[in-house]
Nanobody, 125 residues
Framework: QVQLVESGGGLVQPGDSLRLSCTTSGFSLDVYAIGWFRQAPGKEREGISCISPRSGNTYYADSVKGRFTISRDNAKNTVYLQMNSLNPEDTAVYYC??????????????????WGQGTQVTVSS
């Protein structure tokens, strides 16, 4: 069955880096996009990055552009989110998700159907 498992979250200081991993199973990264989302307390879930199948085109929200990098390793069925220059506004639960349809990609949560359980990222001095 389809599964996504996030890992790599933690407590870091402002300016630090973290790399999140999203390990997938039950579907192919060659045909389904993967998105990264985050949700802070009291806020709506925000799409921050996604990677398209086949071409591997990447997309970023303005809030993380230039600081975060999404990548994937198809052999490991894993998608990564490298997060640099973290600041307290990046504190949230981070989720990865699988697109509902093949070859559809975007940052809207409603185009994704399967979600991981989330991993907490806390940026604090």
């Amino acid at each position: 069955q389809v599964q996504l498992v996030e890992s790599g979250g933690g407590l870091v200081q402002p300016g630090d880096s973290l790399r999140l991993s999203c390990t997938t199973s039950g579907f192919s990264l060659d045909v389904y996009a993967i998105g990264w989302f985050r949700q802070a307390p009291g806020k709506e879930r925000e799409g921050i990055s996604c990677i398209s199948p086949r071409s591997g085109n990447t997309y970023y929200a303005d809030s993380v552009k230039g600081r975060f990098t999404i990548s994937r390793d198809n052999a490991k069925n894993t998608v990564y989110l490298q997060m640099n220059s973290l600041n307290p506004e990046d504190t949230a639960v981070y989720y990865c998700a699988k697109a509902r349809r093949t070859f559809v990609v975007g940052l809207r949560p409603d185009i994704y159907d399967y979600w991981g359980q989330g991993t907490q990222v806390t940026v604090s001095s």
